[in-house]
């Protein structure tokens, strides 16, 4: 006598569509939620470059200088580390003006946080620094919000929202053209 055949058992074509419409529902869910992640960072820094840009608007004429370039900054914000040399540029030479900007905002009560004038600087939603510094980014230079470490999705949403979308053109600069994408942009630069 014959065994009984035993009916092979395995998935069905309509069982395997359910499970792969499943998977694509997963991963556009995730998709989606690194999109909204990433776009809050993005408005998150444009916030932060918005405030600072107010912060030393505010500065100035409070005090008839730049945040880290005053020359009677330990007249106008007591306990500075330092003052700068007037020049009109948040400059790096000696002193190091850059380093002493956030301490005089955040001494003259224009944002909030500790800074010590030399090694502590502010960071982006990004992660990376964030300094007021007289630099020469994407072929123009001046007095400017810069932010270093972005990634180039990152600089190219903020040229566009707050200029032309064009990394060498407008008063949203990088160091480098859009179009390497995923590429990190060492420096987007935001110029007032």
């Known amino acids: ?17 359910i499970v792969l419409v499943i998977i694509g529902l997963l991963l ?41 370039d005053d020359i009677q900054a330990s007249t106008h914000v007591p306990t ?9 540029q948040i400059g790096d030479g000696q002193p190091r003006e850059f380093a002493l900007a956030p301490q005089h905002l955040a001494l003259g009560g224009f944002i ?9 600087f502010m960071t982006s939603a990004q992660g990376g620094a964030v300094y007021l510094y007289n630099d020469e980014v994407g072929g123009r230079s001046g007095n400017g919000i810069r932010f270093d470490n972005l990634p180039e999705g990152f600089a190219e949403q903020i040229d566009s929202k ?26 987007t630069a935001v110029f007032f």
């Not at 556009?28 to 909204?36: A, E, H, I, P, R």
């Not at 909030?112 to 502590?120: A, E, K, L, R, V």
């Open 80 to 88: 500075t580390a330092g003052n700068g040399n007037g020049d009109g």
């Open 162 to 187: 707050l200029d032309d979308g064009v990394a060498t053109t407008g008063s949203v600069r990088a160091k480098a053209p859009y179009g390497n994408t995923g590429a990190i942009i060492t420096r």
């Open 28 to 68: 556009g869910g995730v998709l989606k939620g690194q999109g909204l992640i990433d776009s809050a960072k993005v408005k998150n820094i444009i916030q932060q470059s918005n405030a600072l840009s107010a912060a030393v608007n505010a500065y100035q004429d409070k005090f008839r200088a730049l945040p880290g």
């Open 1 to 17: 006598m014959r065994a009984p055949r035993r009916q092979q058992q395995g998935f069905t074509l309509v069982e395997i569509a």
């Open 112 to 120: 909030t946080g500790s800074y010590n004038g030399s090694t502590q």
